[in-house]
């Protein structure tokens, strides 16, 4: 993979430490015709985690894996609704020539189910782009592979840094905003 971005952000860490909130947080950060992405939030139903669905940057939602979807795919207990996400996702990865900044939480278990999803991070972390992603703490080849590249900067979310991390990123994307050329083209 050769990666040409200088401004790859990857914030890893447990589950339920914050990482979403960060994402959703960052988002309220910038003009939203600067960015495009998407952010994963719970299904619950009666206090249950009953599946997950998927909140693009641009209106679009839909169900990303639940408990009682009928598909091949299943992560646990949850059942991934793979066309679906594509049909959401895809879209709107396809607007990354007219943004700065990409916000993906996240490049997970689920999402890499879809071969179309991968392909689409591989070809974005290509691109003269600012991007800030969640992945999982555990090891997955795909993801082991983004992050071996010297271009991306790993941070680890903890209850301890969690609150600072958003003042961090935003200006280390403010100040590459105002000191780079990252243009909405490629």
């Known amino acids: 993979m050769k990666f040409l971005n200088k401004s790859i952000f990857l914030i890893t ?3 339920g430490i914050g990482k979403t909130t960060l994402i959703k947080k960052l988002a309220l950060c910038f003009d939203l015709k600067d960015i495009c992405g998407f952010y994963t939030e719970e299904i619950r139903e009666k206090n249950e985690r009953v599946g997950f669905k998927i909140i693009t940057l641009n209106n679009g939602e839909g169900i990303l894996a639940h408990i009682n979807f ?29 943004r700065k900044i990409i916000l993906i939480d996240e490049i997970g278990k689920m999402e890499l189910f879809s071969k179309n ?5 591989v070809e974005i972390f290509q691109l003269n782009k600012i991007i800030i992603a969640t992945i999982p703490i555990s090891k997955i080849e795909f993801i082991e592979n983004l992050k071996a590249s010297p271009k991306v900067k790993i941070y680890e979310t903890t209850f ?5 991390l958003l003042k961090i990123l935003k200006e280390e994307i403010t100040n590459l905003l105002i000191n780079s050329d990252y243009s909405c083209g490629s």
């Open 13 to 15: 860490g447990k589950p």
């Open 160 to 164: 301890e840094n969690r609150n600072q």
């Open 117 to 121: 999803f991968k392909e689409k991070i």
């Open 70 to 98: 009928p598909s091949p795919y299943k992560i646990s207990k949850y059942y991934v609704n793979i066309q679906r996400f594509e049909k959401l996702i895809i879209p709107e990865l396809n607007l990354v020539n007219k």
